[in-house]
């Protein structure tokens, strides 16, 4: 099946530091990739879709300048919190699906835990 | 507004039991209803999913019973097993659009 990567699975970090966190699709293209934050005993909050080769779409609410998303190619996103503080602490989740204009699943990673001290 | 209304919110089921998580949608463009097992400090996984042109899709000891003229789409899980406690998430989406509504999701735990 579909796998995604995601990594690295927990990072602490001090407040003001910049975070990158990769997510990769092991075993198939992913035309579009997604990010989630997810609070704890919560649902999955969308953050921002991102399509290769193109800028990141972001949801209402989400600062662009703080999340900044990377798709540089048909296997790799990455999201950047910059400048990260205590309020950005969160479960930070990618998933990736692999064909445009079909509803298909999209396929999870297992999650960074970021947590600014 | 929330455009999938899951319930219960937590549900506790003893071993061998039936658990059963309802959604309800009010979109009548969503075309495409997976529901999501996730474990604690995992991502979701795909669990099982339907399309509107069935009334019922069964994946070993999980099925999902669907009924488009109420809008209502339910996960059973047959004998129930400790191991399959984990929070559960009932999702929608529409054609074209690919990016799913989420419920709230439901913590679900198995008694021994």
């Not at chain 1, 190619?73 to 309020?87: F, G, M, R």
């Not at chain 2, 099982?48 to 209502?72: C, H, L, M, Y």
């Amino acid at each position: 099946g579909a796998v995604v990567s995601q990594h690295p699975s927990w990072v602490i970090c001090k407040s003001g530091t910049s975070v990158k966190i990769e997510c990769r699709s092991l075993d198939f293209q992913a035309t579009t990739m997604f990010w989630y934050r997810q609070f704890p005993k919560q649902s999955l909050m969308l953050m921002a879709t991102s399509n290769e080769g193109s800028k990141a779409t972001y949801e209402q609410g989400v600062e662009k300048d703080k999340f900044l998303i990377n798709h540089a190619s048909l296997t790799l996103s990455t999201l950047t919190v910059t400048s990260a503080h205590p309020e950005d602490s969160s479960f930070y989740i990618c998933s990736a699906r692999e064909e445009r204009g079909v509803s298909q699943p999209q396929h999870f990673g297992d999650g960074t835990r970021l947590s600014i001290l | 507004q929330q455009q999938v209304k899951q319930s219960p919110q937590s549900l506790i089921v003893q071993k061998g039991g039936i658990s059963i998580i309802n959604c309800a949608y009010e979109n009548t463009a969503f075309d495409y209803f997976p529901w999501y097992q996730q474990f604690p400090g995992k991502g979701p996984a795909l669990l099982i999913a339907i399309r509107p042109d069935v009334s019922e899709k069964k994946e070993g000891r999980f099925t999902i019973s669907f009924n488009k003229s109420a809008k209502q789409f339910s996960l059973h899980i047959m004998d129930s097993q400790p191991g399959d406690s984990a929070t559960y998430f009932c999702a929608a989406s529409m054609r074209g659009s690919y990016i799913p509504t989420f419920g709230r999701g439901t913590s679900l735990i198995v008694h021994p």
